[in-house]
């Protein structure tokens, strides 16, 4: 063989390998999803807080519950972490009111600005 054919033989060699071995695991969140599902636990987490939603109350969990729904419906528009807390995690869809957080001290914080704080520290 010569040096032209061994050259093109290992080309398409390493090509074809490129082709047909796996990219990562397809299990595996993409870094905005990991972002995404950090900051729903960290709703989830919020034990002695409140979520107030069109003027009612609710648990954290039932609040992250929600919300991870919210953002499986809005798949299509949601890309990034910025793009959920800003689709999904800031205020109603359908009365246009924002979503609060009320701490155990009545410390009253709308959702999306404190998800936005907590992306912005990850």
């Given at each position: 063989?010569n040096p032209?054919?061994?050259?093109?033989?290992?080309?398409?060699?390493?090509?074809g390998?490129?082709?047909?071995?796996?990219?990562?695991?397809?299990?595996?969140?993409s870094?905005?999803?990991?972002?995404?599902?950090?900051?729903l636990?960290?709703?989830?987490?919020?034990?002695?807080?409140?979520?107030?939603?069109?003027?009612?109350?609710?648990?954290?969990?039932?609040?992250?519950?929600?919300?991870?729904?919210?953002?499986?419906?809005?798949?299509?528009?949601?890309?990034?972490?910025?793009d959920?807390?800003?689709?999904?995690?800031?205020?109603?869809?359908?009365?246009?009111?924002?979503?609060?957080?009320?701490?155990?001290?009545?410390?009253?914080?709308?959702?999306?600005?404190?998800?936005?704080?907590?992306?912005?520290?990850?």
């Amino acid at each position: 063989m010569n040096p032209k054919s061994v050259l093109a033989a290992v080309v398409m060699l390493i090509l074809g390998l490129v082709l047909i071995l796996p990219h990562g695991n397809a299990a595996e969140p993409s870094g905005e999803e990991a972002r995404i599902k950090a900051l729903l636990s960290h709703v989830a987490s919020l034990e002695t807080a409140t979520f107030i939603r069109n003027g009612k109350d609710y648990k954290a969990t039932d609040a992250a519950e929600f919300l991870r729904r919210k953002w499986g419906a809005n798949k299509e528009s949601i890309k990034t972490a910025s793009d959920f807390i800003k689709v999904a995690a800031t205020k109603s869809s359908t009365t246009g009111k924002p979503y609060l957080i009320r701490f155990k001290d009545g410390k009253e914080v709308p959702c999306g600005e404190y998800l936005m704080q907590r992306l912005k520290a990850m």
